[in-house]
C-alpha cells in the first residue's frame, strides 16, 4: 500500500514514510493509493472479535509496511483494557428506535481524539525507526483544550519521544486547564501563553519551519514532528471503529449483516466523518454521512451548495471543539470525489488562502451530495436536545453529540430516511459539565466551581463521573510556565534541557 499527495500525485511513500513525514512537501495530505476491499463475508467475520482485533484486521491492510509483530505492538497497547472505560472499548447503545450512539470518549481523557491519539505515538515511533532511525521525536502542539490533553497522555512515557504543549492561558476550560496542569510523564511538559489560540498555533508553526532551531535540534538527534489531524497516522485509526461499530450493530439485533446504515458525525475539521466517507468506500454498508455543524455552518453551506467560504463570523460556541472555519481534511475528500484531479486541489487550496473560498463544479458537488447531507443547529436547540433525550430517554449527551442528534433528527424529518443509525458521541458529557448542566436544569443553574458542577451533573442525572475527571480534584499541578508568545522558543529549548 503507497501513499500519494493530493496535491501531485506522482508522489509515493509508505505508511511509515507518510506518518512520520505528517504533510508532504509541497503541502498536500497523504492519502491511500487505493482503497482495501472489504466483503460482507469478511466484515461478518469480525462480528466476534475483541477491538484489538477488529483494529488489526482493518489497519493491517493500510500498514502494509509493518510486521505483524509491530502491528500487534502497537495496537494492544494503544487499546489496552486499563485505559478505557469501557471493555468494548468503543461501545454502541441504543437510544431508541433506529437511533444509536457510537461512544467515542471512553479513553483516558474522555474525548474522542483519543481514539486516534492512543495510537500515533506507537505508529509514530515505529516509523521513525524504519525511516530516522535512533532520532528523537519531539512532538509540538498548540491546543485550544482537547488536543493538547489526548497528545499528553498518548505520548506520555513512550520512548524515544517527547511532547511540549502549549495553551492561551485564559483559552482554555477550567477541567481542560487542569487535566493539562497535573499531566504525569517524564517526556512531558506544559506551558501557558499570554495570547489566544492563534498565537499560541503560529508561534508554534514559526517554530516548527525555522531552519535555525530545526539544526540545533538536529545536533542533538531530536527532530520535530506534529500530532494533528492532517496526519495519516491519526486518521487510520479512526476507520477502524466505523468498521466495529457495524459488527456491534449486528450482534445487537439491530440490522442484518449486508443492510445499509446511516451514520451522523459532529464535524469541525473533516477527520472523523472521513474516515467513516473510506469505511464506505471499503464495503462497509453506508448509505449516507451526515455532516452536523454548530453555528459556524461553513461546511453545511459547502455541502449544500458546492462554495466554501470562510470569510464569516466566527462564533465561541458551547461545542468548541467544532469551532473552526477551516476544515482541513476536506480536502482528502475532494481529492478522492474529483477522480484524483490534483491539479484541482492545488488550485482549489490555493484560492482559499488566497480569497478564503472557493466553488466546485456543479458534477463535483452533485456527486458528494449523493453519500453526504448535512445540517447545523443553534445553541438553543443543543440545550433543548440534551433536555429531551435526557428526560425522554434517560441517555446523557454532552453539547457536541447533541449537535450531531439535532441534526440527525432534522434529517429524518426532511427525508423520511430513517433506516438504523448511528450517531457519533464525541465527548463525555462531563467534559462540559457547566453546559450540560445548565442544559439539563432548564437555565437554572447555581453559581458553582468546576467540581462543584461535576458533583451536580452526577446528582442530578444519577450519570457516572468518569475516573480520569474525577480524579484531577487530588492530583497535584506540575506545570505553572506562563510565556509570552516572543519567548515561545526559549522556553522549548528550556523545556527540552538544551
Ligand atoms: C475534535 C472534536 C470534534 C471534531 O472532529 P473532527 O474530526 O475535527 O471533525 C468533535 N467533537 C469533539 C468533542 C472533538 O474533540
Known amino acids: 500500500m503507497l501513499y500519494t499527495s493530493t496535491r501531485d500525485k506522482s508522489i509515493k511513500v509508505t ?16 492519502v491511500p493509493v487505493e482503497l482495501p476491499q ?10 466476534p472479535m475483541s477491538y484489538i482485533d477488529r483494529a488489526k484486521t482493518v489497519l493491517k491492510e493500510f500498514l502494509t509496511d509493518f510486521t505483524e509483530e509491530e502491528l500487534d505492538y502497537c495496537v494492544s497497547g494503544a487499546y489496552a483494557a486499563e485505559k478505557f472505560s469501557s471493555p468494548k472499548i468503543a461501545p454502541t447503545v441504543n437510544v431508541c428506535g433506529n437511533k444509536n450512539i457510537l461512544e467515542l470518549w ?49 505520548f506520555k512515557d513512550v520512548e524515544n519521544t517527547k511532547i511540549l504543549v502549549f495553551y492561551p492561558v485564559d483559552g482554555v476550560s477550567p477541567m481542560q486547564k ?40 538536529a545536533e542533538k538527534n531530536m527532530m520535530f514532528s506534529s500530532a ?51 469505511a464506505k468506500q471499503m464495503g462497509l454498508p453506508i448509505k449516507m454521512l451526515v455532516c452536523a455543524s454548530n453555528n459556524n455552518n461553513v461546511l453545511t453551506d459547502f455541502l449544500k451548495t458546492g462554495t466554501y467560504d470562510r470569510n464569516r463570523d466566527f462564533f465561541a460556541t458551547t461545542s468548541p471543539s467544532m469551532d473552526i472555519l477551516i476544515s482541513s481534511n476536506l480536502e482528502r475528500l475532494l ?31 452533485n456527486k458528494i451530495q449523493s453519500i453526504f447531507d448535512a445540517g447545523y443547529t443553534t445553541e438553543e436547540s443543543v440545550d433543548s436536545t440534551i433536555k429531551s433525550h435526557f428526560d425522554d ?31 457519533d458521541s464525541t465527548a463525555s458529557p462531563y467534559k462540559f459539565s457547566a453546559s450540560v448542566l445548565n442544559a439539563v436544569l432548564d437555565g437554572k443553574t447555581p453559581e458553582l466551581d468546576e467540581f462543584e458542577m461535576v458533583d451536580e451533573l452526577n446528582k442530578t442525572t444519577g450519570t457516572a463521573v468518569p475516573k480520569p475527571l474525577a480524579s484531577l480534584k487530588d492530583k497535584q499541578v506540575r506545570f505553572t510556565n506562563v510565556c509570552n508568545k516572543e519567548d515561545m522558543s526559549q522556553m522549548v529549548f528550556k523545556l527540552l534541557n538544551l
Open 15 to 30: 505508511a511509515a514514510q507518510a506518518i512520520a513525514q505528517g504533510i508532504s512537501e509541497e503541502g498536500g495530505l497523504f
Open 38 to 47: 472489504f466483503s460482507i463475508e469478511k466484515i461478518s467475520s469480525m462480528i
Open 106 to 154: 471512553h479513553g483516558p481523557t474522555c474525548a474522542f481524539k483519543d481514539m486516534a491519539l492512543q495510537l500515533l505515538p506507537y505508529l509514530m515511533t515505529v516509523s521513525a525507526k524504519k525511516t530516522a532511525d535512533g532520532k528523537t521525536i519531539v512532538i509540538l502542539v498548540a491546543t485550544s483544550g482537547d488536543t493538547g490533553k489526548a497528545a499528553l497522555e498518548g
Open 178 to 217: 487542569l487535566q493539562m496542569t497535573t499531566q504525569e510523564g517524564e517526556n512531558v511538559a506544559v506551558c501557558a501563553i499570554n495570547g489566544n489560540f492563534d498565537d499560541a498555533q503560529s508561534a508554534v508553526k514559526s517554530i516548527f519551519t525555522n531552519a535555525d532551531i530545526k539544526a540545533q535540534l
Open 228 to 278: 494533528n489531524s492532517i496526519n495519516w497516522g491519526r486518521l487510520v485509526p479512526q476507520i477502524v471503529y466505523y468498521f466495529s461499530t457495524y459488527c456491534d450493530m449486528i450482534d445487537m439485533g439491530k440490522i442484518e449483516a449486508g443492510e445499509e446504515i446511516n451514520v451522523v458525525v459532529p464535524t469541525g475539521n473533516f477527520g472523523n466523518i472521513l474516515a467513516g466517507y473510506y
Open 335 to 365: 481529492y478522492h470525489m474529483s477522480g484524483e484531479d490534483d491539479k484541482l486541489i492545488a488550485d482549489l487550496m490555493n484560492k482559499l488562502s488566497s480569497d478564503g473560498k472557493y466553488t466546485v463544479s456543479d458534477d463535483l458537488i
Open 393 to 423: 430517554y434517560g441517555y446523557l449527551c454532552d453539547t457536541h453529540t447533541a449537535v450531531a442528534v439535532k441534526v440527525y433528527d432534522e434529517y429524518v424529518k426532511a427525508t423520511g430516511d430513517d433506516i438504523p443509525t448511528v450517531i
